[in-house]
């Protein structure tokens, strides 16, 4: 039975068919928002993907020749300096491979930029404005649309109805009545016109359902009011763990550097520990590189610098900087800046449960586990433009003669309110508070506001 036929049947009131007008309702209406949403993500994570996969974050590879001997790390932060004298050095990230530049961070006149420099020579190679590379701007318009905390409420309605828009899809294309699972699973190419681009929305769909529900609940993980709200307080690692182990005013976010996410999402909201005042032996970056490698941190790592008396020398590995492919290998150690002892330590098998979930999905989600992640992660990017495009398209094709109705599935007669999608309203509304409050808005403008004005309702239809 075709989608036109389950809705003529429900506007004729069997029963049976009667939820199933509902939800091709909620899923045209739920489209009609998270379709824009969608196709952005999918082309700025595209974006993403592509440096983080293949290049860097900070754009292409600068590539080096390699030689025998490598300059201490202190010599090539003074080369550095020495271009940004007024600069502060936050960071040091050791290069991936022996043919790779390192990278410095430098904080200068408002200013967040990364140096390359040949490890080799201490010659700066390249510098960037670290807040204007390519994937910063993706990474910002793929998280708040430039918009602040607006478009981060915005996108997260988005998410929350994306996955409504999953629930619905499935259960309208689902086989039953007849419909064989080769008819969902497989497109009907044979067909044309309005039919073929509904098969091969259908089966896309079906297919693309579960990971575009993974993908939708990682990213809702950064969110500001369900991530921020709910996901990280039950995610965060407790700093209790540490014992006898003093804790600074700050937390790991301070470590994150030109507004990117790179402190894996289990730790942002963990304190700092703080640096004691004994004084102890000579602690510089050329020390803290030296123990780096006796801990064994070894190719693409980081170590960012103290700030004030109190701060401390942060080494990590984690695939949330693209150091590591596994993320069950991060690893972050805290060096007191005084007296150079380890001081506080934290490895994948000490996050909680749910950041455990969420490093793998996170690592998954930007394409950090591998050339193999990224390259798929680039073709579910381009099969969720081809979802939302075969959708437009099958609207298009279906639109009313009169160009000004949206054309949207009719209600069907007599449908209890709670049939009327109460049910799926409850169940977002519980588990994402954000869209489950505007799908409630909407669930009230539409039975009760729109049933009584026959008109608008004509010209919605």
């Known amino acids: 039975m075709s989608t036109a036929q389950h809705a003529s049947t429900a506007d004729a009131g069997v029963g049976p068919s009667r939820f199933h007008a509902v939800a091709w309702r909620w899923h045209f209406y739920t489209g009609l928002y998270v379709v824009p949403f969608l196709l952005m993500l999918a082309l700025t994570g595209a974006v993403m993907v592509f440096y983080t996969g293949f290049q ?20 090539q932060a003074q080369a550095v300096l020495a271009l940004r004298s007024q ?58 649309l430039l918009m602040g905390d607006v478009g981060d409420r ?20 689902w086989p039953r009545g007849g419909t064989r699972w080769a008819q969902v699973l497989v497109p009907n190419l044979r067909q044309r016109g309005r039919l073929w681009w509904r098969s091969l929305h259908a089966c896309a769909g079906f297919w693309l359902s579960a990971v575009l ?53 289990g730790l942002e909201w963990t304190p700092l520990p703080a640096s004691g005042s004994a004084a102890g032996p000579s602690v510089n970056l050329d020390s803290v590189a030296a123990l780096a490698k006796q801990l064994g941190f070894t190719g693409q790592h980081h170590i960012q610098l103290p700030k004030g008396d109190t701060g401390v020398f942060t080494i990590s590995a984690d695939t949330m900087s693209g150091d590591l492919k596994d993320p069950t290998k991060d690893r972050t150690v805290h060096v007191d ?46 099969a969720i433009v081809l979802l939302c495009v075969s959708g437009v398209v099958m609207w298009w094709k279906r639109r009313p003669a009169r160009r000004w109705r949206i ?34 808005a909407v669930l009230l403008l539409d039975g009760l506001v ?4 026959p008109a608008l309702r004509q010209a919605l239809g």
């Open 56 to 75: 860097t974050r900070f754009g292409f590879t600068v590539h080096v020749t390699p030689q025998a001997a490598v300059q201490p790390v202190s010599a």
């Open 87 to 144: 600069g502060q050095l936050l960071e040091y990230i050791a290069p991936r491979a022996s043919d790779e530049a390192s990278w410095f961070v430098v904080k200068r006149d408002g200013l967040t930029e990364a140096v390359a420099v040949d490890p080799h020579t201490a010659q700066v190679l390249h510098l960037v404005d670290k807040e204007n590379t390519v994937f910063a701007w993706a990474e910002r318009i793929h998280g708040t």
């Open 154 to 173: 915005l996108i997260e309605v988005a998410a929350g109805f994306g996955i409504v828009m999953i629930a619905t899809g499935l259960y309208l294309w």
């Open 213 to 265: 529900f993974v993908f939708l609940l990682t990213g809702l993980s950064w969110t500001g009011v369900w991530g921020a709200q709910f996901a990280q307080p039950w995610g965060t690692f407790p700093a209790t763990k540490w014992e006898a182990v003093p804790q600074s005013g700050a937390t790991h976010t301070s470590l994150n550097t030109a507004g990117q996410h790179e402190v894996p999402w």
């Open 337 to 382: 800046q005084h007296t150079g002892r380890v001081i506080a330590e934290v490895a994948f098998a000490d996050y909680p449960l749910l950041a455990q979930g969420m490093a793998v999905g996170i690592a998954l989600h930007q394409g950090d586990l591998g050339w193999w992640n990224a390259v798929l992660n680039l073709l579910f990017c381009a």
């Open 407 to 440: 054309g949207a599935p009719p209600v069907p007669r007599d449908l209890p309110l709670w049939k009327g999608g109460a049910v799926v309203m409850c169940g977002v509304a519980l588990a994402f508070p954000l869209s489950g409050a505007v799908l409630l």
């Open 450 to 453: 729109l049933s009584r004005l």
